[in-house]
C-alpha cells in the first residue's frame, strides 16, 4: 500500500469519522433538548391559559353567590313586595345597580338572568324570566341544583368559540 493511502485511510479513520460520529451525537443532543424546551414553554403557556381560565370561572361563579345571597333579590324573588311599584322600585333601587356593577366589571359576562319559580313576581323581560323559559333539553340538569350551587353547561351553537352558560 502506498504512503499516499496510508494517509488518506489514516485521514479517515482518524479525523473524518470521529468529527461525523462526534457531529451526529451533538445534533441529537441540540435537537433532543430544543424540543424538550418547546414542550415545556407549550405546557407552562396551557398551565398558565387555564388558570387564568379557572379564576375567570371563579369569579362569574362568585357573582351567582352575589345575586342568590343579596337580600333584595331574593325578596323580590320570594314575592315579597305587594305591589307592583314596590317591585319596581326595589328593582330600580338595589337590583339593577347589581346587574349593572357585574356587566361592567366582567367584560366576559354577556348577559345576566335570573329564572324566577313563582308566577307572581313581576317579571321584568330581559333579565327576570319565568323557570319554563329553560331550554328543555337543560332542565334535568339545572332542576337537581341546589342552593348555593351551580352548574357549568358549554352552548354549542356551531361557532369558533365555546359559549358557556353557569346556572
Not at 479517515?12 to 445534533?27: E, K, T, W
Amino acid at each position: 500500500m502506498s504512503i499516499v493511502r496510508k494517509i488518506i485511510l489514516g485521514y479517515v479513520v482518524i479525523i473524518f469519522i470521529p468529527v461525523i460520529v462526534f457531529g451526529i451525537y451533538y445534533y441529537n443532543q441540540i435537537y433532543g433538548n430544543l424540543t424538550q424546551q418547546f414542550a415545556d414553554g407549550r405546557q407552562k403557556i396551557l398551565e398558565q391559559a387555564y388558570s387564568n381560565l379557572r379564576a375567570d370561572m371563579v369569579r362569574i361563579e362568585s357573582i351567582h353567590r352575589l345575586f342568590q345571597y343579596n337580600p333584595y333579590a331574593t325578596d323580590y324573588l320570594d314575592g315579597i313586595y305587594e305591589s307592583e311599584s314596590e317591585s319596581v322600585y326595589a328593582y330600580l333601587r338595589y337590583i339593577s345597580p347589581l346587574f349593572t356593577q357585574s356587566m361592567f366589571v366582567n367584560s366576559e359576562i354577556e348577559s345576566i338572568m335570573i329564572y324566577k319559580r313563582k308566577d307572581e313576581v313581576f317579571p321584568i323581560a330581559k333579565q327576570f324570566l319565568d323557570k319554563n323559559d329553560i331550554d328543555p333539553a337543560l332542565r334535568p340538569a339545572v332542576d337537581h341544583l341546589k342552593p348555593g350551587s351551580g352548574i357549568w353547561i358549554r352552548q354549542a351553537f356551531g361557532q369558533s368559540e365555546p359559549s358557556f352558560i353557569y346556572y
